[in-house]
């Protein structure tokens, strides 16, 4: 049911369902329901209510949001720099080799992540390079893949394009390891934003468009509908900016 109410983009609805199922669950069961509710809260714009919930689970979790855009900015680059320090190396695992509260704190960090993407860029950015540490020290490629496509379009989105080239890259790989279509599809998305945001707008336009076509034939993972949102604004965006440029050297 909260499956279907978010593919047909009714991410409150899917919402309260998770958590009426969640009530009737206990543990760590119940801990994942309550981040899917807060995920499809947050993404559909019911931001009070989704932080409420989130933090409900941080807190399950003994994690934590930043307090405010300083110490976020502060946590984001000690994070960065101990990624920069470990390194990308990982020791491959299936999910079922993983205890089920490793895996949780992964995905609550990606629920966090893109339920602020659009919202609280800083905390996301915060809490993506906190993804992309828990993500590579369990070792699952399919998390890892998604916590570097998200990677590497913040650090794009900050200059750092080198640098973002390579985790994009290597995104790429994993998913394709990882047999997920979903990853996939999440690599060429913020493959398109990474051109968008250098100017490469005919790359972009036609990497998100390949991206959205992608995500619509998916069923609905977790995640989605933010990356399928995303996916329509960028290619919207790069087309109208690539009609403009046209239009600008027209009458140059």
């Known amino acids: 049911m909260a499956e279907a109410l978010t593919s047909a ?44 919930v989130i933090r409900t689970v941080l807190r399950a979790l003994r994690m934590r949001l930043a307090p405010g855009q300083l110490p976020a900015v502060a946590s984001l680059a000690w994070r960065r720099a101990r990624i920069r320090r470990r390194g990308l190396t990982f020791v491959a695992r299936d999910p ?23 919202v609280d860029n800083i905390r996301a950015a915060d809490f993506n390079a906190r993804h992309l540490l828990l993500a590579l020290d369990t070792g699952e490629p399919y998390r890892i893949a998604r916590a570097l496509a998200l990677e590497a379009a913040f650090l794009t989105s900050g200059g750092a394009s080198d640098q973002a080239a390579e985790y994009a890259a290597e995104a790429a790989r994993l998913a394709r390891q990882s047999g997920r279509p979903h990853a996939a599809a999440l690599t060429a998305l913020t493959a398109g934003m990474s051109a968008f945001l250098v100017g490469e707008w005919r790359k972009a336009s036609q990497l998100c468009e390949g991206a959205l076509v992608a995500l619509r034939s998916l069923p609905a993972p977790s995640g989605k509908p933010t990356a399928r949102r995303v996916s329509v604004c960028m290619h919207g965006s790069s087309r109208e900016t690539l009609a403009r440029s046209r239009d600008g050297c027209r009458h140059c």
Do not use: K, N
């Open 96 to 118: 079922d080799q993983i205890p089920a509260d490793r895996l949780l704190r992964v995905d609550t960090c990606w629920s966090v992540t893109t339920g602020l993407l659009m």
């Open 9 to 52: 983009g009714r991410s409150p609805a899917a919402g309260d369902v998770y958590l009426e199922a969640a009530s009737g669950a206990d543990g760590w069961p119940q801990v994942d329901l309550q981040r899917r509710a807060a995920e499809q809260f947050l993404v559909g714009g019911h931001i009070d209510r989704g932080m409420h």
